[in-house]
């Protein structure tokens, strides 16, 4: 499509349903997941979308179409996965610090469990000792100072330490635990994929231990763009190099171990945008600021993470270039973005954030007893209503007055 029509048509949109406003393009995600999966080269692959990123049960039947697996990391998750029609089996649950009756309540749904802590795995070997777990390691990819692989550091609460290693392997001996699985998910940025490949020989030197292992899962680290110049995963690089290395350790060990990871801002990020409505254009001594029909109520990630999300004004594109500070209607600082160049805006205008598909409904809140946004979801080009504007009503609902 044509620049001026797509612009053209997100007015429209953004006219029909109201800002602010969540809309995602259906053909983004569905050419992600197939960039993604095309990038191996491997006898047995299984993609679970990780659903905490954008977890609207259009999208997650989405994926399921596919032929994604999926990532939960709570009962909830779990609990939208089966309504949206994943069998239980392709839905693999890694929590963090849950009860051992949320794991009980997760295991007779019958899906797949991740175990990230020992008192857990002693206790699950006790109490259910026919299921089949997977074990979360925490391989402490800093090790040997290396800066592109930040997270999974030592103090970092993920996990059951790599040096832990010979008591795992005597709670699973003692308890006859049948560990069919082997996970590693540090959040560390694959930038650079040779490196992220020797540290992933660690994790193979945990799953040589454990002859029950059926699957190897890497989890995610897959970068995308915010703005030119920010590094992202060369996914194609990545699967072609991944690919031999896991074959090699397959073959070396006379097994066809199953790879799986678990992508969630690389398959939805890019295929969300964010739609505000200018209400004030506000000069100050110092600045202008642009306060729109949002805050950090609704996309917390440059407030949070400092994160950069690229904004345009698409009510007037060609407009003369302008510095502006973005900012939020909150009562707090509630800062989108800083100094921006942005076309010159006008109150009443439309801005696009884009890259608003991972992380920002997700974590919208109703903080100032505001209403979160409405979702569209864009299916063939047309735009499909799939989550309402909320109501008064839903701000009360559980209050009791
Ligand atoms: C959050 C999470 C992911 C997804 O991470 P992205 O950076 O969105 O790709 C995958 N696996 C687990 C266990 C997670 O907690």
Redesign the pocket.
């Known amino acids: 499509m044509e620049q001026a029509e797509m612009v053209l048509d997100n007015i429209r949109i953004c006219e029909e349903f109201g800002t602010p406003l969540f809309v995602y393009n259906e053909d983004k995600m569905k050419s992600q997941y197939h960039k993604f999966v095309n990038a191996f080269d491997v006898p047995a692959l299984r993609v679970?979308y990780?659903c905490?990123?954008l977890s609207n049960i259009n999208v997650l039947r989405l994926f399921k179409d596919l032929g994604s697996g999926l990532?939960c990391?709570s009962l909830q998750e779990v609990q939208l996965g089966l309504k949206a029609g994943f069998k239980p089996e392709d839905i693999?649950y890694?929590p963090?610090n849950v009860s051992e009756d949320e794991y009980k309540d997760v295991i007779d749904l019958g899906v797949k469990i991740?175990v990230d802590n020992l008192q857990m795995l002693e206790c699950l070997g006790v109490e259910c000792p026919h299921v089949p777990v997977c074990i979360?390691i925490n391989p402490h990819l800093m090790a040997g100072g290396n800066r592109n692989i930040s997270v999974g550091h030592i103090d970092s609460k993920?996990g059951i330490s790599i040096h832990q290693l010979p008591l795992i392997q005597r709670i699973v001996n003692s308890l006859n635990i049948d560990v069919e699985g082997i996970?590693v998910?540090t959040?560390s940025d694959i930038i650079d994929s040779e490196i992220f490949i020797k540290a992933a020989e660690l994790v193979f030197a945990v799953v040589e231990k454990f002859d029950s292992v059926k699957y190897v899962?890497f989890?995610?680290?897959?970068?995308i763009k915010y703005k030119e110049g920010d590094l992202s995963t060369d996914i194609d690089r990545f699967g072609e190099l991944f690919s031999k290395v896991f074959i090699k350790f397959s073959k070396d060990h006379n097994k066809d171990y199953e790879l799986k990871?678990?992508?969630?801002?690389?398959?939805?990020?890019e295929a969300g945008d964010f739609f505000t409505k200018v209400n004030v254009v506000k000069q100050t001594t110092s600045c202008t600021f642009i306060g729109v029909d949002s805050g950090f109520n609704h996309l917390i990630r440059p407030m949070f993470y400092n994160a950069h999300h690229e904004i345009e004004n698409i009510s007037n594109p060609n407009g003369a270039k302008k510095v502006y500070s973005v900012v939020g209607y909150i009562c707090e600082t509630d800062t989108f973005a800083s100094d921006r160049l942005i076309s010159e805006v006008r109150t009443g205008d439309i801005l696009r954030f884009k890259n608003s598909g991972?992380?920002c409904f997700s974590m919208a809140s109703n903080y100032n007893s505001r209403f979160r946004p409405a979702e569209v979801l864009l299916s063939n080009g047309e735009p499909k209503l799939i989550r309402k504007r909320e109501t008064l009503d839903d701000l009360l609902r559980n209050q009791i007055y």
């Open positions: 679970h990780a905490k990123a990532d990391v693999l890694t963090n991740n979360r993920f996970h998910h959040g899962d989890g995610s680290g897959f970068k990871f678990e992508p969630g801002k690389f398959l939805v990020s991972a992380y």
